[in-house]
């Protein structure tokens, strides 16, 4: 698997491999896991996605801390890579943060569906 760099690359491996509605899915599983209120429609544009994502983990860092980290525990996300983010910003460290995710989300996505076919 080719680890995507950018949100843009993200989003077209997954369209490419038909799995962006899957990685929604995926994402509105672990937020409901995650007790945080927020549920993505199958249908939204990969932008309105992020925005959204991105609003949500601002909010978080910044009004409901322990909130934030339960939902980087239950999507784990890598606590080395969170460490490597060198961000005073919080707009600018949830935005990392939010790649950070989705990446983790979309490896969860594309792995179910490489040993589903086997």
């Not at 490419?16 to 990685?23: E, I, S």
């Not at 910044?62 to 490597?84: M, P, T």
Request: aromatic share 12%; no cysteine; hydrophobic share 35%.
């Amino acid at each position: 698997m080719q680890i995507p760099k950018t949100f843009d690359n993200l989003i077209d491996t997954a369209n490419t491999h038909q799995l962006y509605k899957k990685l929604i899915h995926q994402l509105n599983k672990d937020f409901l896991y995650a007790n945080i209120d927020l549920k993505f429609d199958e249908n939204i544009s990969p932008d309105n996605m992020k925005k959204e994502l991105h609003r949500t983990v601002y909010d978080l860092i910044e009004k409901r801390f322990a909130d934030y980290l339960n939902l980087l525990y239950v999507i784990d996300v890598s606590e080395e890579k969170i460490k490597q983010l060198k961000e005073n910003d919080s707009f600018r460290l949830s935005e990392k943060v939010t790649f950070l995710i989705l990446l983790r989300e979309w490896q969860k996505v594309w792995f179910k569906k490489q040993y589903s076919q086997k």
